[in-house]
């Protein structure tokens, strides 16, 4: 029988934490580090306090030794205790793709710590037991691969998806930034994000729309039909919930058009008050 996790151990999260005001909160996706928001913190930097965390698995925070203890909902949990400790509640909170699923598991979890919600290419996780049963069967395949060929191997296969053709078109610098980003996390630490907060492993927040009463805000690039798709579904369900499409953009506008991104995410910041 498996012992229960041991939720007493945290994580030791690495984070950096820049500049005054209202706290802006940002979470990467899989396979980032808080570098993955160089582009847009310039354009943030003056009107916010601005705190970056690496999440389990990537840039400096180390993995847990229980991949249990990876759990989005445990990983919620210690977010939202990192930032009551660095009096950053309640913390406008933007997350990117698997740091959308986890902002709205924080939202959902703990309203408290979230004074409002950005969510660029998120989703609130699979529907059912058997999408989700499905998802972890490819996600451990990924992570196996990820732990027997190495990093390098990973990410070119990896940049490959047709999910990040839209970043074709970034300028050769910007690219090769973001391949080193991802070349610079360990396999071990990949692999266990998988099998820990992977969209199959995370809980479904899907009936937890309809209740979530924290303004918030879905931005997805238009040549990412998928997303923009799942947006629209959120946002037929969440009464606080709008959505915006940045064109010209595919699964990360944020890098592929920092500016725009960050002017829609301070527009509605200001909306609802920076303060």
């Known amino acids: 029988m498996r012992s229960p996790v041991d939720t007493s151990t945290r994580i030791a999260y690495h984070y950096l934490d820049t500049g005054d005001g209202a ?7 899989f396979t980032g580090s808080s570098a993955s928001w160089d582009e847009v913190v310039p354009h943030v930097a003056q009107r916010f ?6 999440l389990p698995g990537h840039g400096r925070t180390p993995a847990p030794s229980d991949p249990a203890r990876g759990a989005l909902p445990l990983v919620a949990a210690d977010i939202a205790a990192l930032l009551r400790d660095l009096k950053a509640t309640p913390a406008h909170l933007l997350g990117y793709s698997m740091g959308a699923r986890l902002a709205l598991g924080i939202a959902v979890l703990h309203p408290y710590a979230v004074r409002s919600l950005i969510l660029e290419s998120g989703s609130p996780g699979l529907a059912t037991e058997a999408e989700r049963a499905a998802r972890r069967a490819q996600d451990e395949a990924l992570a196996a691969r990820i732990e027997q060929h190495g990093i390098e191997a990973f990410v070119d296969e990896w940049e490959r998806l047709p999910l990040w053709a839209s970043q074709r078109q970034l300028p050769p610098d910007v690219r090769q930034r973001l391949r080193m980003q991802r070349l610079r996390n360990m396999p071990a630490g990949l692999a266990a994000s998988l099998r820990s907060m992977g969209t199959g492993a995370q809980p479904s927040f899907w009936d937890d729309l309809p209740h979530l009463t924290i303004p918030t805000l879905a931005i997805t690039g238009a040549l990412d039909e998928k997303f923009t798709i799942i947006a629209r579904e959120m946002c037929a369900r969440c009464p606080t919930m709008t959505h915006q499409i940045i064109e010209g953009a595919g699964h990360a506008p944020h890098l592929e058009r920092p500016a725009e991104f960050a002017e829609r995410v301070l527009e509605f910041i200001s909306h609802w008050g920076p303060d």
């Open 23 to 29: 706290p802006l909160v940002l979470l990467h996706g």
């Open 49 to 54: 306090r601005v705190i970056r965390i690496d």
